[in-house]
């Protein structure tokens, strides 16, 4: 932080996208400091208020579709309901195929 004169919430904003993805991140610095290029702000990317909702909406779609699946699958709806599922045992069983 010292080095480069930034503060902590920056410094923290460039180590998340540096270990994101290394690659880009080394090469927009490098844009930075050779070729003049804007300094890009991580700290604040992504706070757009329309981004988060959306995420937020995603990623619970997302959890709501995976516990369908997880409970449909443990209580059979989703194959056979004889036993014959993954989940009852049968992991090497392929009968049910």
């Known amino acids: 932080m010292a080095q480069e004169g ?4 920056e ?3 460039n180590m998340d996208a540096y270990l994101e993805n290394p690659q880009d ?5 490098m844009c ?3 070729k003049g290029a804007p300094k890009k702000d991580y700290a604040n990317a992504n706070m757009d208020p329309k981004q988060i909702i959306l995420s937020t909406l995603w ?3 997302v959890v709501v579709f995976f516990y369908d699946l997880v409970t449909g699958v443990a209580e059979g ?3 056979k309901a004889d036993g014959t599922d993954l989940l009852h045992g ?5 009968s049910f195929l």
Do not use: T
């Open 6 to 9: 930034v503060n902590r919430v």
């Open 11 to 13: 410094a923290q904003g």
């Open 25 to 29: 991140w080394a090469y927009q610095k």
């Open 32 to 34: 930075e400091k050779n």
């Open 59 to 61: 990623a619970g779609v």
């Open 77 to 79: 709806r989703y194959g």
């Open 90 to 94: 049968n992991l090497w069983n392929f």
